[in-house]
């Protein structure tokens, strides 16, 4: 006898658009070392899809600069995965 999956529904997962991470990327203040922090940090999720327990999760070493860059994150479930 089977058991039948439970059925439910996925939320829709939303996307920023161009104004919005336009908007984003220019909020912090660029003059300072922390608002160059954060836009480093915003602009490395943006560009890659990381999670925010990935980015706060980074170390020197899983970063990967030349060619083929990419960063080494560990994710849900403590998996590891790379993403470019």
Not at 59 to 66: M, N, T
Request: charged share 30%; proline share 2%.
């Amino acid at each position: 006898m089977a058991i039948p999956t439970k059925r439910y529904e996925r939320n829709t997962v939303s996307y920023l658009d161009r104004d919005e991470i336009k908007a984003l990327l220019a909020a912090p203040d660029k003059r300072t070392w922390l608002g160059r922090r954060d836009h480093a940090l915003l602009t490395l999720m943006i560009q890659t899809g990381v999670r925010v327990s990935e980015l706060t999760s980074l170390h020197v070493g899983d970063i990967h600069l030349g060619s083929g860059s990419r960063i080494r994150v560990q994710g849900k479930g403590r998996k590891r995965r790379a993403t470019t």
